[in-house]
């Protein structure tokens, strides 16, 4: 395939994703080959024959909820004259209607042919890049994240803030130099605050939770008055609270839960 078919059949397997996790399966299953593969995320899901790859493409579309692409990264992995393979990684987040916030690591592959002059998928596999996911039963598609997507975060945010330190003193008056990515959150402890990190140490801080926040910097925020959270951690919010990547679960007021997660989406919107 020349450069320009190879470009706009990349730009087609993108938008066959944002239209599959908006729901719109029909978008996608136009393009199907006859002989599709279809390769899901559940380990039931291998479809062999174009009809249990449509049954279960619209199945799964069921029970998705809105969401929209970031951080998207495509590449032609192969290109044999009239077939191709594009392989590429992104991060889904839900939309704003959506009652909880999430946002997990995606990669895909699509191998497509000409069929009479006409882009046909001969091969689909939408998956989380984790084996460990296990799903709940009776769900078809994976709405956790696990260690290989939690990592991949962590390197991410570590690439970011590698060059910013935050000085703290504990109550043994050693000084700490943190990055904030190693900062999960922090909680109140009287007139000093706790501080957990990624490799699940506990720092005694000496000082003040609003003085800490104001050393953290924009990345964090008081989700509580007693607690702050690292945003780059937060894996999903729920009503009444939120959820890291480590599992950690940090209570959010009733009253405030709304103004929060308004502010968090937000601050991943920028």
């Not at 799903?135 to 590698?162: C, D, P, T």
């Not at 008081?222 to 940090?250: K, T």
Request: hydrophobic share 35%; aromatic share 12%; glycine share 4%.
């Amino acid at each position: 395939m020349n450069k320009q078919l190879l470009q706009e059949i990349m730009e087609l397997s993108q938008e066959c994703l944002a239209r599959f996790w908006q729901m719109d399966p029909e978008f996608v299953i136009e393009y199907f080959d006859k002989n599709i593969i279809w390769i899901g995320s559940a380990k039931s899901q291998y479809a062999d024959t174009y009809e249990d790859a449509v049954n279960d493409f619209r199945e799964i579309a069921k029970e998705l909820k809105p969401c929209h692409l970031s951080h998207q990264e495509f590449t032609v992995a192969q290109n044999a004259g009239n077939a191709c393979t594009i392989v590429g990684r992104y991060i889904t987040t839900t939309d704003d209607s959506v009652g909880y916030f999430l946002q997990a690591q995606q990669r895909c592959t699509f191998v497509w042919e000409i069929k009479q002059g006409e882009p046909k998928i001969k091969h689909c596999h939408i998956s989380n890049p984790m084996g460990e996911l296990k799903l709940a039963e009776g769900e078809k598609f994976v709405n956790a994240l696990g260690e290989m997507s939690k990592k991949y975060w962590i390197s991410r945010i570590q690439s970011i803030h590698s060059r910013n330190k935050i000085i703290v003193t504990d109550h043994k008056d050693i000084t700490h130099f943190l990055s904030p990515a190693e900062i999960l959150y922090a909680n109140a402890v009287g007139r000093n605050c706790m501080i957990y990190t990624t490799d699940g140490s506990e720092i005694y801080n000496r000082g003040s939770i609003a003085e800490f926040i104001e050393k953290a910097g924009d990345s964090f925020s008081f989700v509580h008055r007693s607690y702050i959270v690292n945003n780059m951690h937060i894996s999903s919010i729920h009503p009444y609270e939120i959820v890291l990547y480590d599992g950690s679960q940090i209570p959010v007021p009733k009253k405030r839960y709304a103004e929060i997660k308004n502010k968090l989406i937000a601050f991943y919107k920028k």
